[in-house]
C-alpha cells in the first residue's frame, strides 16, 4: 500500500517560491509517475505537473509552464514540484498522486493513490 506525505506548503507573497516535497514512505512507488495536482476553493482539481518512473519526461500544465519545475530524487522515493514566481492564482490544495503506469499523464484518472494535500497560499 502506497502512503504519500507532502509537505512544503505555506503563505508567501505574489512572486515569491516554495518547494513541495512527495514522499513515498514505503518506497513502492519508484516504478510508477507521480504528479501534482491542484485544487482551489470551488473549482475542479486540475492538473500541475508529471514526471515519469525514472525522473524524465517531465510535463506540464500551461499555466504553470515556465515557473514550476518537477523532479524525483535518485531512489525515486520523493518528488519535487519547486514553485517559482508564484502568483495568487496558484492558491490551491496540492496533493500528488501515483499513477497506475510508469509514464504517468495529465488526466486524473489515472491515479490510483493520493496524498492529503498541502495548502499553499500566494498573497498579492
Known amino acids: 500500500q502506497v502512503q504519500l506525505a507532502e509537505s512544503g506548503g505555506g503563505l508567501v507573497q505574489a512572486g515569491g517560491s516554495l518547494r513541495l516535497s512527495c514522499r513515498d514512505s514505503?518506497?513502492?512507488?519508484?516504478?510508477?509517475?507521480v504528479a501534482w495536482f491542484r485544487q482551489a476553493p470551488g473549482k475542479e482539481r486540475e492538473f500541475v505537473a508529471v514526471?515519469?518512473?525514472?525522473?524524465?519526461?517531465?510535463r506540464y500544465a500551461d499555466s504553470v509552464k515556465g515557473r514550476f519545475t518537477i523532479t524525483r530524487d535518485y531512489g525515486g522515493n520523493t518528488v519535487y514540484l519547486q514553485m517559482d514566481n508564484l502568483e495568487p492564482e496558484d492558491t490551491a490544495v496540492y496533493s500528488c498522486?501515483?499513477?497506475?503506469?510508469?509514464?504517468?499523464?495529465?488526466?486524473?484518472?489515472?491515479?490510483?493513490?493520493w496524498g492529503q494535500g498541502t495548502q499553499v497560499t500566494v498573497s498579492s
Open positions: 498522486a501515483v499513477s497506475r503506469s510508469s509514464v504517468g499523464s495529465t488526466n486524473v484518472s489515472d491515479y490510483r493513490y
Open positions: 514505503r518506497r513502492t512507488f519508484s516504478n510508477n509517475g
Open positions: 514526471i515519469d518512473w525514472r525522473g524524465g519526461n517531465p
